[in-house]
């Protein structure tokens, strides 16, 4: 009867051990406009507990931008996200993102040599862009969190010559 117990109480410890080793938790990533403000002067808000972005407003305009070869860029407008990595994950090379369908690697900006905790994303506004999804794997599957930009209604694009298109909802 002792070994029974015994057995029975093994196998507890087991499965709330095997229970822990799942995914790890890992908070939202702190998200806030570029440094440089890539985009133009645009209303922007950042609600972390359903990982959406609100970028635009009545009235506001996303600024168009040349090709640019240095930075990657095919010319067209853009707006800039600066992304920080949530406390927890520790190792940030094996973090990946992916956007329109192609996955990055190796995004986090280094200054003097230093490895910083955050990276910057430019992605394309459109006429009929409403809404852009991107997918942040953090150290290597330990975490996959899910992030939606939202361009609020009333939110234009400037074309390259300063017209004014509206975006199509």
Do not use: H
């Not at 029974?4 to 709330?16: D, E, G, Q, R, Y």
């Not at 992304?83 to 940030?92: G, R």
């Not at 905790?117 to 599957?141: A, D, G, L, S």
């Amino acid at each position: 009867m002792k070994f029974k117990s015994l057995i029975c109480a093994l196998l507890i410890f087991m499965a709330i051990s095997f229970a822990g080793c799942g995914g790890k938790e890992v908070s939202s990533a702190k998200i806030s406009r570029d440094d440089e403000m890539t985009g133009g002067s645009l209303s922007f808000v950042y609600d972390e507990n359903s990982r959406t972005i609100f970028v635009g407003g009545e009235g506001e305009f996303i600024q168009y931008y040349e090709k640019d070869l240095s930075k990657g860029w095919e010319p067209g407008n853009r707006i800039g996200l600066k992304i920080e990595a949530p406390s927890e994950v520790e190792n940030l090379k094996k973090t990946t993102l992916e956007m329109n369908g192609v996955t990055f690697t190796d995004m986090f900006v280094k200054i003097d040599g230093q490895q910083q905790n955050f990276f910057n994303i430019y992605p394309v506004v459109t006429e009929t862009t409403n809404e852009i999804v991107f997918k942040i794997t953090w150290e290597e599957e330990i975490a996959t969190q899910t992030y939606t930009i939202k361009i609020v209604e009333g939110t234009a694009l400037l074309d390259n010559e300063g017209n004014v298109k509206e975006i199509k909802k």
